[in-house]
């Protein structure tokens, strides 16, 4: 295995030894920048069949790097004399680099190793990446996600179609649409607080109906828009205000013929209603009469 140091400021290569990493504490000068780095920090190892890959040129893989002295006063820069410089051989078109060190670290007798002196650029190998598919899975989540967003509109507007009707009266055309597709109708509105008696008045049985009460109401319908016709709520009292009988009128029997129950009552429009009442033996004094929609 070989290894190889990199400059971190212009990514220059160069292949060292454990001699080289051991001199100054693996602090060494990039003979091609000048940046002064510790060469332990982006130390790789390689197959020793690759290291040509650092040769841009035949002529480098037969050029050999030597180690050089140097002393303390050629060394250029801000650097002091103790880092290990890495330096580019001009001579080379390629980052080719030499590896120099203080001469006082390194004995005389002893010669450079020829194989640590390879310090050549590290070639940018080209790197593709697959665009990555989206799954198909995700796209059918998203169309089923898309299909339960609309099956839930369609239920809130099923739901609450007398609301939007009312809210948003241009939208009534499209609700009877959907309505047709659904064979459903659109109720009319029921809010009874909305609804008012203006008048009432209840006549005992007379000689000719005796036993019958008549009773007459003005209910005026207070909202903005149409409501459907209302129940009454008849309850007959005593003298002391306890009921004695009670009874709800259906709006089939007490409008008349000729107006149809499931009509509406117009905004602010009032309907008269006459009521009768067989009570037989019961001697009712008093009423309550309240509206409501069952």
Same mark, same amino acid.
């Given at each position: 295995m070989a290894l190889v140091t990199r400059c971190p400021n212009c990514a220059t290569a160069f292949l060292v030894t454990q001699q080289h990493l051991q001199m100054q504490g693996g602090n060494v000068r990039c003979g091609h920048c000048s940046q002064v780095f510790n060469s332990f920090t982006a130390l790789t190892t390689i197959q020793e069949s690759k290291t040509n890959v650092f040769l841009k040129t035949p002529s480098v893989g037969t050029q050999k790097n030597t180690l050089e002295a140097t002393t303390a006063n050629d060394l250029s820069g801000p650097v002091s004399s103790d880092k290990t410089v890495?330096? $580019?051989?001009?001579?080379?078109?390629?980052?080719?680099?030499?590896?120099?060190?203080?001469?006082?670290?390194? $004995?005389?007798?002893?010669? $450079?190793? $020829?194989?640590?002196s390879d310090v050549t650029n590290a070639s940018q190998e080209n790197y593709t990446f697959d665009a990555v598919l989206l799954p198909r899975s995700s796209r059918i989540w998203g169309l089923v996600s898309i299909f339960l967003l609309v099956v839930l509109t369609g239920q809130i507007v099923y739901l609450y179609r007398t609301e939007l009707s009312i809210i948003a009266p241009g939208t009534k055309p499209y609700l009877e649409q959907y309505c047709e597709i659904l064979n459903c109708t659109i109720p009319l509105p029921k809010q009874a607080e909305l609804l008012s008696i203006e008048s009432s008045d209840m006549q005992m049985g007379t000689a000719q109906r005796p036993g019958v009460i008549t009773l007459t109401a003005t209910v005026r319908n207070q909202a903005p828009f149409p409501q459907a016709f209302p129940s009454f709520?008849?309850?007959?009292?005593?003298?002391?205000?306890?009921?004695?009988?009670?009874?709800?009128?259906?709006?089939?029997?007490?409008?008349?013929e000729n107006i149809n129950p499931f009509k509406a009552i117009a905004p602010s429009n009032e309907i008269s209603v006459t009521l009768y009442i067989d009570s037989g033996d019961i001697n009712a004094t008093g009423y309550r009469l309240l509206l409501l929609y069952p």
């Open positions: 890495l330096q $580019p051989n001009s001579g080379i078109t390629a980052k080719v680099g030499t590896l120099k060190a203080p001469a006082t670290e390194m $004995p005389a007798e002893e010669e $450079p190793n $020829p194989e640590a709520e008849l309850t007959l009292t005593d003298t002391q205000d306890q009921a004695l009988a009670s009874r709800i009128f259906t709006p089939v029997e007490y409008l008349e």
